[in-house]
């Protein structure tokens, strides 16, 4: 079509100007995977949460033994998408100043000014987080809600984007705290990183065993592909996905089941709904649509939902899981056509 039929015919150079938009998402989507991919062996569906995360203005937990790469891949990560980075180890010693930072007094301007922590960052990597107490870990409940932080009566506003990656190891680790109801809600997914199989894991090996141990994601070739503001801008594309009227009543129907099924005792808020539409409308974007599908719910449903609900104690003394116990909820309700 040329330059001329479309400015004769707005609406079908508005379509051509959204295809072309939504083709951005997933070149983006694209590129990133590809510079992650220097520096980590495997985790696609990782990093496919994680990108998902970033444009739905989430946060992710990510959760798994020791050694698995964890914090490479969050590393990675921010390397690629551009923005501030910021680390903080979480040990059961440090105090919420060490997080958000504090006020210092300053003789020669007899005045007190505020010393940011390293919350202040684009992308935040809380590393470790159930090794700390609660009233550490509720330092950034302000922050991963409301996108600020007070301190001595005083907000402050955080960089645009503002995300949060967390790592935590299983709760049966030695010296851990689990994390309270009201902080697992503010992530937007909770993803579970097991060990490679066997075949990732030789292959890892072999890609890996060779490199110096120092060596960051920007010393293995991990660039930038976007910054903070093409993420904000793509973020607003995201927003803008439809929704079709029959997909809230869906997620609606999801929500209540697992309220209702008794191997549950605490279900899903309906907070975890909005997240969960954000997320498709996500995962709609990224693969370069501008309307949600019924199956872009069910791909990241267990993600959205594994550490808003809580499993009947006495399921788990079966052997169930808290997954499978969602699968069979995605089983059972009704698809929308």
Do not use: W
């Amino acid at each position: 079509m040329t330059e001329e039929n479309l400015e004769s015919n707005p609406q079908d150079g508005q379509e051509a100007a959204d295809g072309r938009a939504h083709s951005e998402l997933r070149a983006f989507g694209a590129a990133a995977s590809d510079a992650v991919a220097h520096s980590v062996v495997g985790m696609e569906r990782e990093l496919h949460h994680a990108l998902v995360a970033v444009l739905a203005g989430g946060h992710v937990l990510l959760e798994g033994p020791p050694g698995v790469a964890k914090t490479l891949l969050v590393r990675s990560i921010a390397a690629a998408l551009g923005g501030s980075y910021g680390r903080i180890q979480f040990t059961p010693d440090l105090m919420p100043s060490d997080v958000t930072g504090t006020s210092v007094f300053r003789p020669s301007e007899g005045e007190f000014l505020f010393q940011a922590g390293p919350i202040f960052a684009n992308f935040l990597l809380c590393d470790e987080i159930n090794r700390a107490p609660a009233k550490t870990q509720a330092a950034l409940l302000e922050a991963m809600q409301e996108q600020a932080t007070t301190v001595d009566g005083r907000t402050h506003l955080l960089p645009q984007p503002f995300v949060v990656f967390a790592t935590q190891n299983p709760l049966e680790h030695e010296g851990t705290y689990p994390l309270p109801e009201a902080q697992l809600d503010r992530f937007l997914f909770k993803v579970l990183v097991d060990y490679p199989d066997a075949a990732m894991e030789t292959r890892l090996l072999t890609e890996v065993h060779s490199r110096s141990i120092s060596a960051g994601p920007e010393d293995l070739g991990v660039t930038p592909v976007s910054g903070p503001e093409l993420l904000l801008e793509f973020a607003a594309r995201v927003a803008e996905v439809d929704v079709r009227e029959d997909l809230p009543a869906y997620v609606v129907r999801l929500l209540r089941a697992t309220r209702e099924t008794p191997q549950l005792v605490l279900g899903a808020s309906p907070r975890a709904g909005v997240m969960l539409l954000r997320a498709a409308k996500a995962v709609a974007a990224l693969d370069a649509r501008d309307y949600v599908l019924p199956d872009d719910i069910k791909e990241i449903f267990l993600p959205a939902m594994r550490h808003r609900v809580v499993l009947d104690p006495a399921e788990e003394i079966e052997g169930g899981t808290t997954d499978q116990v969602l699968t069979r909820i995605l089983d059972t309700v009704e698809v929308p056509r």
